[in-house]
């Protein structure tokens, strides 16, 4: 009886099922891309490690809460204020003001007012006039003259892109667009003139970012160039960079931060190459309870800035 000789069966490699998987995750539907940020917002990432908003002198925050929607605010601030001069020495002067507030905040429009002492009236509306238009607006009434302004942008939302248009005091007129053309790249482009001033200018910006970093470059006619570069360590804690140049003064100006967000608290700071070193640290003591802690330190000036400040309400 003859052998059989069962035929020869061809085993596939072991990668090339995962290969195959690989190939089709890199496949890009160009009709489907995300939503970019807005223009404006480009280096968010950046600006909130970069900058903090740091004080100097005494802060006490007290928000109290009517309803869902409707809350008041009061707010005292003692500390020193610097006076611009024209030598290189800092003057400063003890200054104290209180200021009240009130918000609505609803899904679809939201209400903020300021009333200050000093006679400064500052408002901010935000209201959703469609699924993808909304309307915002600023403003500030002072009873210096020339100082009071006020703005007004509509901003439509589509499916991969984002475009703005401005109104504002003083004749300005701004636009800008911003378009995804890829998962993680999107481009824009601004346009303004100012009126008033007889001034133009266009600007044109980039912004890559994935799950661990966040990398963002802008370039204006005015003569600005900013580049800000964020990575991701962890889930608390985040290193960013960025780089200001301006070719019309020669002015440059690097800065290097950390953000650290800890259990009960969070912790940023920065330096930069001016010789400027500052730290933010916000710490909740308890629910609806906020220690800050703010200091800079201006080796270059000699300008020496410390304050510290409680947060009550949510």
């Not at 539907?29 to 940020?37: A, F, K, T, V, W």
Request: a neutral charge.
């Amino acid at each position: 009886m003859a052998t059989l000789i069962p035929p020869s069966v061809i085993v596939p490699p072991a990668n090339s099922k995962s290969a195959a998987v690989e190939s089709e995750k890199e496949k890009v539907d160009y009709l489907n891309l995300p939503c970019p940020i807005p223009y404006e917002e480009i280096h968010r990432e950046a600006l909130m490690s970069l900058k903090p908003e740091l004080f100097e002198g005494l802060r006490f925050d007290f928000t109290k809460g009517l309803n869902q929607r409707f809350s008041l605010s009061h707010s005292v601030f003692m500390g020193p204020t610097e006076l611009p001069t024209q030598s290189a020495d800092i003057v400063k002067i003890p200054t104290a003001h209180y200021e009240f507030g009130a918000n609505f905040i609803d899904p679809q429009m939201m209400l903020i007012g300021r009333v200050m002492t000093d006679g400064r009236v500052n408002a901010r509306v935000k209201c959703d006039l469609s699924e993808n238009l909304s309307l915002k607006a600023n403003g500030q009434l002072t009873g210096e003259p020339h100082m009071s302004h006020g703005m007004v942008n509509f901003d439509y939302k589509g499916k991969d892109y984002r475009t703005q248009f401005q109104l504002g005091n003083g004749a300005l007129l701004g636009a800008s667009y911003i378009q995804s053309v890829g998962p993680h790249l999107s481009l824009g482009g601004e346009v303004f003139w100012a009126g008033q001033h007889r001034k133009s200018g266009i600007g044109y910006a980039a912004r890559y970012n994935t799950d661990k970093m966040v990398a963002a470059g802008q370039v204006a006619s005015t003569g600005m160039v900013a580049l800000s570069y964020v990575q991701k360590i962890s889930d608390k804690v985040s290193l960013a960079s960025d780089f200001m140049y301006n070719y019309m003064s020669r002015d440059v100006t690097a800065s290097f931060g950390y953000d650290y967000i800890l259990r009960q608290c969070r912790l940023r700071g920065k330096i930069d190459s001016n010789g400027c070193v500052a730290a933010f640290l916000e710490e909740r003591l308890n629910m609806g309870l906020n220690f800050i802690l703010s200091a800079e330190v201006d080796h270059k000036k000699k300008d020496y800035k410390f304050g510290f400040g409680l947060t009550v309400g949510e």
